[in-house]
Each structure stands twice: as structure tokens, then as C-alpha cells.
């Protein structure tokens, strides 16, 4: 189900660590799924989060092609037509095949000016970037490493789930990503957040308002703690 746009825009004013915390007060309980489990790099820190729907492919690179250049180029061209495509508040999730082993940059000057003229949010892949100083203004990448090459890289299949950073995204997938890394929300989620997320913000600002007062103590500590846990209920 497609989320109002005026949501999508409010869950983009928070990081993504304070999704995270608003979804355990979502679901009643805290998880260890559902979000990525090492490090992303942004190519630019500074941008707001990357919040929308997943357009999934697989690519890799380290070894030569076993397949005719033509077949190569349809599958890439298929790759381009898919994104072409792509609903308002589409971002793409892209999983390099190759892993801790990828060198190949399919995300540089290029690619994200092309994505960014055909609609798309930004990028997620374990994959490599690069072209830091070029890349499109407003398209926002997170990846996996830096790296100077594109060495073999090619697209190997289109609108398939995929496995980046230890997250399982299906096309179509709500994602909320930023430096941090990225969770993957359920449309009743989302709509539950804002409220949940009031009470976590909320919940927070008074406890550290409580830590800075003069003469915070252990005592101060367990009764800042104490309304920190009533509040966030």
C-alpha cells in the first residue's frame, strides 16, 4: 500500500537510529532484524535520509563475463527501462554479488545523474562508489566502499529480492536509510510512527535535560531513568 506523500516527507525530518527506536515502541518489543548489520558509506553525510519504495537488482564485477555482450547490454537496457518506470518515491536497493569482494563502481557521475532525471530518490548497495566529487546534486548514495574502478561490473538480474549489509529488501519495500544504515518498515508501521516517535523524542529530550541540571547525581540519574521509562510506555 502507497504511503500518503506528507507522511513519507515527516518520516524524512528523523534519523534513521530514531526510527529504529521509535519501531520497538511500534511493535511492543525489541528485534534484531529487520535493518542492516555493517557499516554503510555516504557520499555525503550531510543529506537528509533516503526515504521510499524499493527498486531491487543484483550486479557484479570482479570476474569477466561468461555470457555474449549482447545479452549483457539487453539485460542492462532492461535494468534502465525498469527504473524508467519507477513510482513517485522510488529509491533503488542494489546487492553486489561479489560481497566483501566487490571492486566494481556501477555508482558514479553517470548513473546518478541518470537515475536522479528518471525520478529515483537515491541508491543502497554493498557495492562499490565512486566519482565522490561529481556525483549528481540531490541523489543520494549510500554504499558499501569507495573505489576508483568499474572493472567488469554488469547487471545480472532485474526486480529480484536482494541482501544488502545482512538486509533482506523486497521490491517494493518501504526503507528509511541514512549514514547509519537502514531499516525496512511495514506500511502500519510507518503509519504508526509519528505518534511513537513524538513519545520517543519527547522521552529523550527530558532525560537529557535532566542529566545536564546542575548537581545530577546517581539519585537524579534513577529518577531521570524511572520518567524516561514511564514516558516512552
Known sequence: MIMIPDLLEQLRRFDTPTIANALDLVRGTRSAEGFTRTPV???DPSRPPLVGYARCARIRGLTPPDEPAE???ERRMAYYRYIAESPADSLMVIEDEDGDEAV???WGEVNTC?????GLLGVLTNGVIRDLDD???GFTVLGGRVGPSHAYVR???VDTPVTVFGLEVTPGDLI???RHGAVRLTPDEARALPE???RIVGAEQELLERIRRPGFDLQGLMDAWAAFEKRRV
Open 196 to 198: 511513537a516517535i513524538d
Open 155 to 157: 547487471v545480472t538480474a
Open 41 to 43: 558509506v555516504a557520499a
Open 114 to 118: 541518470l537515475h536522479h532525471r528518471f
Open 176 to 178: 528509511h536509510a541514512d
Open 104 to 106: 566494481s563502481a556501477f
Open 71 to 73: 545479452a549483457i547490454r
Open 135 to 137: 556525483l549528481e546534486p
